[in-house]
T-cell receptor, first 110, second 116 residues
Framework: DAKTTQPPSMDCAEGRAANLPCNHSTISGNEYVYWYRQIHSQGPQYIIH???NNETNEMASLIITEDRKSSTLILPHATLRDTAVYYCIVMGGSQGNLIFGKGTKLSVKP | GAVVSQHPSWVICKSGTSVKIECRSL??????MFWYRQFPKQSLMLMATSNEGSKATYEQGVEKDKFLINHASLTLSTLTVTSAHPEDSSFYICSAREAAFYTEAFFGQGTRLTVV
């Protein structure tokens, strides 16, 4: 079973920041938080991952709370092409399996 | 990120025949590969995990004799759906990871299988 809880859907206005929350209250010390997204009828796309520090790359930022029980994925300037299902996954580094939950369907609107 | 190529993108086959799907890591050596299936409006379900040169580990409820997985090299894994039936129609997706350099896994574009 997935170890994360995400809202089923969210809307965001084009050009605004999209903040996608994820709860992972049972995360253990060696487990990372990964974010992927899936655009309709395509394979999932890796976005970002982190252990305990906040992370930023060209696609997004990942904010992890100090107790690591929740995190937020931030798309700073959402575009229509960011409309997708976003999955938050907890996995133990290079040895674990990616188990997908139901994700959050993000709809970016003009 | 690294590139994973899956072939074919879609396939239609007759009931009772077998279908092979290929998954290749193009610019890295995949020590571990994963196979998923996804039904419409549902999330990805992990079917099996394979390490290069070893037998695949199947998730509970996945028939190993029906879904044959081969990971003979560090860049290629294949999934063969044997004696396919209409209920096997689904979106099959592979993923690959190179443990020494990436902790994240990268996904192929998926294969849409339709059994008629």
């Amino acid at each position: 079973d997935a170890k994360t809880t995400q809202p089923p859907s969210m809307d965001c206005a084009e050009g605004r920041a999209a903040n996608l929350p994820c709860n992972h209250s049972t995360i253990s010390g060696n487990e990372y938080v990964y974010w992927y997204r899936q655009i309709h009828s395509q394979g999932p796309q890796y976005i970002i991952h982190g252990l305990k520090n906040n992370e930023t790359n060209e696609m997004a930022s990942l904010i992890i709370t100090e107790d690591r029980k929740s995190s937020t994925l931030i798309l700073p300037h959402a575009t229509l092409r960011d409309t997708a299902v976003y999955y938050c996954i907890v996995m133990g580094g290079s040895q674990g399996n990616l188990i997908f939950g139901k994700g959050t369907k993000l709809s970016v609107k003009p | 990120g690294a590139v994973v190529s899956q072939h074919p993108s879609w396939v239609i086959c007759k009931s009772g025949t077998s279908v092979k799907i290929e998954c290749r890591s193009l610019d890295f050596q995949a020590t571990t590969m994963f196979w998923y299936r996804q039904f419409p409006k549902q999330s990805l379900m992990l079917m099996a995990t394979s390490n290069e040169g070893s037998k695949a580990t199947y998730e509970q409820g996945v028939e190993k004799d029906k879904f044959l997985i081969n990971h003979a090299s560090l860049t290629l894994s294949t999934l063969t759906v044997t004696s396919a039936h209409p209920e096997d129609s689904s979106f099959y997706i592979c993923s690959a990871r190179e443990a020494a350099f990436y902790t994240e896994a990268f996904f192929g574009q998926g294969t849409r299988l339709t059994v008629v």
